[in-house]
T-cell receptor, first 114, second 117 residues
């Protein structure tokens, strides 16, 4: 069975500092990997995804994540965060042969302080 | 519609009552999913529809939970004899599910927050 572990429930950081949100997964088969973001009082939004090819994927707002098969990780990074990045971030996996049954981690709350 | 619409946005009910939560997916999306997000947790899969049929209902916690999608568009999640432990945000998502693929991106609604007193 697939599972996702997000090692940090909360990450406080100052504005313009770098940040890394950690995600590890377990699966006996190949996986697709996703990061979703949930802003206060809004629905989940896809931030970025890894399906195949380049192990480094980027979002339009400066986040990137790297798929590391040997370490079964998909950590999310941003070199310089903004106040507006304050949100809950969820890592998720799905089975490439399946139908988008996403398995989510418990989430990491990123709090950016001025 | 432009996005996934869920109603009501908030529902407060008493223990033992019956509740219906509605999801209106993106027009043309054949795949529809229900998830439940409890406080401090990630979303938990409940059920998946491909068209009108429930292709996977393995996440429904017990027989008090039931979902339908009679015309392959709008879906209703039904909870009988609600319990305090049912309190959570119920999320609906849809995707262009044909062909079904793990690469299809899910679009989520804002959720229905259920509080059982």
């Amino acid at each position: 069975a697939q599972s996702v572990t997000q090692l940090d429930s909360q990450v406080p950081v100052f504005e313009e500092a770098p940040v890394e949100l950690r995600c590890n997964y377990s699966s006996s088969v190949s996986v697709y990997l996703f990061w979703y973001v949930q802003y206060p009082n809004q629905g989940l939004q896809l931030l970025l995804k890894y399906l195949s090819g380049s192990t480094l994927v980027e979002s339009i707002n400066g986040f990137e994540a790297e798929f590391n098969k040997s370490q079964t990780s998909f950590h999310l990074r941003k070199p310089s965060v903004h106040i507006s990045d304050t949100a809950e971030y969820f890592c998720a996996v799905s089975d490439p042969g399946g139908y988008n049954k996403l398995i989510f981690g418990a989430g990491t709350r990123l709090a950016v302080h001025p | 519609g432009a996005g996934v619409s869920q109603t009501p946005s908030n529902k407060v009910t008493e223990k033992g009552k019956y509740v219906e939560l509605r999801c209106d997916p993106i027009s043309g999306h054949t795949a529809l999913y229900w998830y439940r997000q409890s406080l401090g947790q990630g979303p938990e899969f409940l059920i998946y529809f491909q068209g009108t049929g429930a292709a996977d209902d393995s996440g429904l916690p017990n027989d008090r939970f039931f979902a339908v999608r009679p015309e392959g568009s709008v879906s209703t999640l039904k909870i009988q004899r609600t319990e305090r432990g049912d309190s959570a945000v119920y999320l609906c998502a849809s995707s262009p599910g044909v062909p079904a693929s793990g690469a299809n991106v899910l679009t989520f609604g804002a959720g229905s927050r259920l509080t059982v007193l």
